[in-house]
């Protein structure tokens, strides 16, 4: 969606609120298996001294896979939004965000900063076990009984005690 800019564009200490919910078609991570419900963005755009920043929040509830043992967990999540917004055609700063015209594409913004801020890893928790490498079993329900491997050079120890 276009939000027309035009009545706090040359009006410093003004500012436009905005509430959105973001379409998922672009939001499509391959540990997301599905969004728990809209995508809901709040904010507004400040003029502060001529220079405009969105700024707001994105709330999300995802269904995630994690990464290490496999296993599907929710997760909340707060995006802060902080975007510095250009005059169209000023593309000298990659991080900012440009007008069309006195329009801002605020879905595109909002998209862009959420994408950005995505985890690369998605763990069902900060220490999770993962899975034994050898029988499969998930270590998070406790151990498997399989035993660690060996370290070669003890290995060969073995090798020489045993003669
Ligand atoms: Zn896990
Ligand atoms: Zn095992």
Do not use: W
Not at 107 to 117: N, S
């Amino acid at each position: 969606m276009l939000l027309d800019l035009r009545e706090i564009l040359d009006v410093p200490g003004s500012r436009l609120a905005f509430r959105r919910e973001l379409d998922t078609a672009r939001l499509d991570f391959p540990a997301v298996l599905r969004y728990l419900g809209p995508i809901s963005a709040e904010g507004e755009i400040v003029n502060t001294a001529g220079v405009l920043t969105a700024r707001g929040g994105i709330d999300a509830e995802l269904l995630c896979v994690c990464d290490r043992c496999g296993a599907e967990f929710r997760q909340s999540r707060h995006t802060d939004v902080d975007a510095p917004i250009v005059p169209a055609g000023d593309g000298e700063e990659d991080e900012a965000f440009c007008l069309t015209g006195d329009a801002l594409d605020i879905d595109d913004l909002l998209e862009t900063v959420f994408i950005l801020d995505m985890d690369t890893k998605f763990l069902c928790r900060s220490d999770c076990k993962g899975l034994c490498p050898k029988c499969g079993r998930n270590l998070n329900d406790g151990p498997c009984g399989c035993r660690p491997d060996i370290d070669p050079r003890f290995a060969v120890l073995e090798q020489l005690l045993d003669k």
